[in-house]
């Protein structure tokens, strides 16, 4: 599975972006599909999951009041809506997908990586 992500950019603090990823594998919906992010000079670490069909999403605490993950499995597409973006949400985004929700958090669970897209935000 080849995953693209885009629609990072640079914003000031408190805007929103929406951050998508396009997968190349017509059976997309079989997977769980999740957003990591890694800072500068970090370690990557899991921002939010979303079940095959859509039915259930999981964001870690730091960011489930800001961050909205979904998919459309018919545009074969995972989107990462943040809103009042914050500095330390600087980072580059990768979106990622894995057979097993439950371990998808992970890096175990991770089946593959997409390239990541740049989220810059300014003070």
């Known amino acids: 599975v080849q995953l693209q992500a885009s629609g990072g950019g640079l914003v000031q603090a408190g805007g929103s972006l929406r951050l998508a990823c396009t997968a190349s594998?017509?059976?997309?919906?079989?997977?769980?599909m999740s957003w990591f992010r890694q800072a500068p000079g970090k370690d990557p670490e899991f921002v939010a999951a979303?079940?095959?069909?859509?039915?259930?999403?999981y964001c870690t605490d730091s960011v489930k009041d800001r961050f909205t993950i979904s998919r459309d499995n018919a545009k074969k597409a995972v989107y990462l809506q943040i809103d009042s973006l914050r500095p330390e949400d600087t980072a580059v985004y990768y979106c990622?997908?894995?057979?097993?929700?439950?371990?998808?958090?992970?890096?175990?669970?991770?089946?593959?990586w997409g390239q990541g897209t740049q989220v810059t935000v300014s003070s």
């Open positions: 594998e017509h059976t997309f919906s079989s997977y769980a």
């Open positions: 990622v997908a894995g057979v097993d929700i439950t371990t998808i958090h992970q890096f175990r669970g991770v089946d593959y």
């Open positions: 979303i079940r095959c069909s859509a039915g259930s999403t």
